[in-house]
């Protein structure tokens, strides 16, 4: 299994030049980097030519291959103002392009996953809202198909979590367990959609991510986002800060055969909050990251 | 500044030789060592005083050999047993065991942790205390013969005598003691004590936060007495440990606080809860020595004040 994460610093912390932030998470011992491509809609990078951002992606594919890492995956534009998409057309339709232009982005930087949220729409959970939800994403999920076969993409759907203001705590949305997961790549009926599981994501709606490893297996669990909490906020805190059982998941990733990459999001610790001693703890924060990788996967 | 490692899990893993010269490598010149030795002997109080250097010869001159400072040592056992209150001269016993020990093994510091008694019991604080006072006194007898300070490290149990700040300032006038602060502890007490409790990282994620934020107590009014400081963490709800830095207590706060305190002041790196944490993979050599690593350059940099 790879060990692969998120970039979370600034590379100007490191006194890094371009490309050379690479080439540290490689030292430190990973494999893969998860590639963000969660800019806004009104990002700069959406509105570059084709050309444009094939040169650009190409780029930095050539820094990452150079630092002897992959791109095991990356990350699409998610709706920022959640449900906006749904209630304006036009803005849903630029996001929607926008996606598009992500799935280029993935293909030029030669990653084979591009993870993505579902779809939003406002209100609690209910049979109705699923439903609802469920169509509106089919259209989104159908509509972004021709694209995914001709840039070689597989969508790796990845389970969430919502705000519920009325219990006053996180909860279940539209996708957050493996039933839903799978209901969804069914109902798509293409090799094209895989369901990436987010650790910290399922820890929040209270499902076990163990039993969604199990649940999942070989066949639909391609994609990892690893990171644990207090089941409280979205800390997206490293294996073990939390109350993530590890020892059973890596154990459980070992028994279905997971082949993908053990890919962490965590969040830098010491950004903003501790900015004195960043530069200082971050090559070592990493080194352990990578040796609790090892460990938690059995991978030596 | 001092950086203290506790030795115990390193001697538990790999024993004396191989744990002190493994904790000489990651860079710790300092370290603490608990005597859990009543665990085996409850007669340890008695022990005779040749008994007692025979049996820590081997201990002290592996120390000697990597280079290793005692900062202090510390007692395993609870100075009293609610369960068992007839073995109250026992326990008291062992206190005084432990600061000849210290003598012995060439350190200056007992550290003790005031009386646990459960909370339904009515006069749980006045029984505490009166507990505390009569171990301390013991101790200081005998630590006033052999150079050695009995230490308090405060918990976080509302209705014990000895774990507040106000209670602790009038031990150290009374006894003499010095204090090892255990910010954790005092944050579960909600004493006001450096941390991110009242305004939380994701309420000001900007990290700029107003300055009734901040609060100072606990360590203001101790820090003539303190002989150090936990370097330890806890998240915000629940009390649970995590790594320094990861959760509420403002360690950088608390060494500004400090002031020119801070050189006297040695910072420990209490790593035993968070290994207790990773027990499942604690075989794997490389993470322990990971992890270990990390909290020695996390006390590093403590000792940079530029900036702070």
Known sequence: MKLGTIIAFRRETLGLSEGEEYKFLSECGFDSVDFSLSEPVTSPLWKLSDDELRERMLHEREMITKSGMIVGQTHSPYDYNLGCAWMNPEKRKEFWRVQVQAIKATSYLGAPYMVVHTLAIPGRISKEYYETAKQYNMGFFNYLKPYLEEYNVKVAIENLFSSDHVLGRMNKCNCSRAEDLIDYIDTLDSDRFVACLDIGHAQLCSEEPVDMIYKLGKKYLHVLHVHDNHLIRDEHMFPGAGKGDWNRIGRALNDIGYEGVFSYEISNPFYLRFPEIEKDMLPILHKMYVELGRAITGVK | ?308
């Open chain 2, 1 to 308: 500044m001092k950086i203290t490692g506790e030795a115990d899990f390193f001697i538990k893993q790999y024993g004396i030789e191989e744990g002190f010269k493994r904790l000489r490598q990651l860079g710790y010149q300092n370290i603490s060592y608990c005597i859990r030795e009543v665990h085996d002997d409850p007669t340890f109080g008695d022990w005779s005083e040749q008994k007692l250097k025979e049996h820590y010869k081997p201990l002290r001159d592996t120390l000697l050999q990597y280079g290793l400072q005692l900062s202090y040592v510390t007692m395993d056992r609870g100075i009293y047993s609610y369960a068992q209150p007839d073995a109250f001269a026992t326990r008291k016993s062992w206190c005084v065991q432990a600061v000849k020990v210290a003598a012995y093994l060439g350190c200056a510091a007992t550290v003790i942790r005031p009386a646990s008694i459960p909370a339904h019991c009515p006069d749980a604080y006045q029984r505490s205390k009166d507990i505390l006072c009569e171990v301390l006194a013991s101790m200081k007898t005998e630590g006033d013969k052999v150079g050695v300070q009995p230490v308090i490290e405060n918990t976080g149990e509302l209705h014990i005598y000895g774990n507040r700040g106000v209670e602790l300032l009038e031990l150290a006038r009374e006894y003499e003691i010095g204090i090892l602060l255990n910010p954790s502890m005092a944050h579960l007490l909600r004493e006001r004590i450096p941390c991110f409790t009242t305004v939380g990282y994701w309420d000001y994620p900007s990290g700029v936060y107003p300055p009734e934020a901040k609060e100072t107590g606990m360590v203001e009014l101790l820090k003539e007495h303190l002989l150090g400081v936990l370097l330890n963490d806890t998240e915000r709800t629940m009390g649970n440990p995590v790594l320094p830095m990861m959760g509420v207590i403002d360690h950088r706060e608390i060494v500004k606080q400090l002031g020119e305190y801070f050189d006297n002041v040695c910072l420990t790196v209490a790593y035993q809860p968070i290994y207790k944490r990773y027990e499942d993979f604690l075989s794997e050599e490389a993470l322990v020595n990971t992890l270990a690593e990390y909290f020695y350059q996390m006390a590093a940099s403590m000792d940079k004040k530029e900036g702070m």
